[in-house]
């Protein structure tokens, strides 16, 4: 069976950081993002990283803030994120795509696997 499981989530205060979790199993991927969703807003990209070659493409808005990275061994992909601001506020969900690819894509609809979400709550 397939599973991708986030943790790591939480409350944390402006500026501060957490780090994101999400662990496979049943298969690799060769494709992993993570998205979020605020309430009352659509889910939007975040990040993501081809585990082939390692390529991380990011959301302006996270640029500089928030780094994806993966370990391949333990089949487990992180998104650390730094300088929070009170707008990261939302459910955070991590997808994995099997299909090879040098290029991780960006649409939600690439990816066929998703995680349960966890909640991230960044107080002012």
């Known amino acids: 069976q397939v599973q991708l499981v986030e943790s790591g989530g939480g409350l944390v205060q402006t500026g501060g950081s957490l780090r994101l979790s999400c662990a496979a199993s049943?298969?690799?991927?060769?494709?992993y993002g993570w998205f979020r969703q605020a309430p009352g807003k659509e889910r939007e990209f975040v990040a993501a990283i081809s585990c082939r070659i390692g390529m991380t493409i990011y959301t302006d808005s996270v640029k500089g803030r928030f780094t994806i990275s993966r370990d391949t061994a333990k089949n487990t992909v992180y998104l650390q994120m730094n300088s929070l601001k009170p707008e990261d506020t939302a459910i955070y969900y991590c997808?994995?795509?099997?299909?090879?690819?040098?290029?991780?894509?960006?649409?939600?609809?690439?990816?066929?696997?998703w995680g349960q979400g966890t909640q991230i709550t960044v107080s002012s």
């Open positions: 997808a994995a795509d099997p299909r090879v690819r040098l290029v991780p894509p960006r649409q939600g609809d690439e990816y066929s696997y």
């Open positions: 049943g298969r690799t991927f060769s494709s």
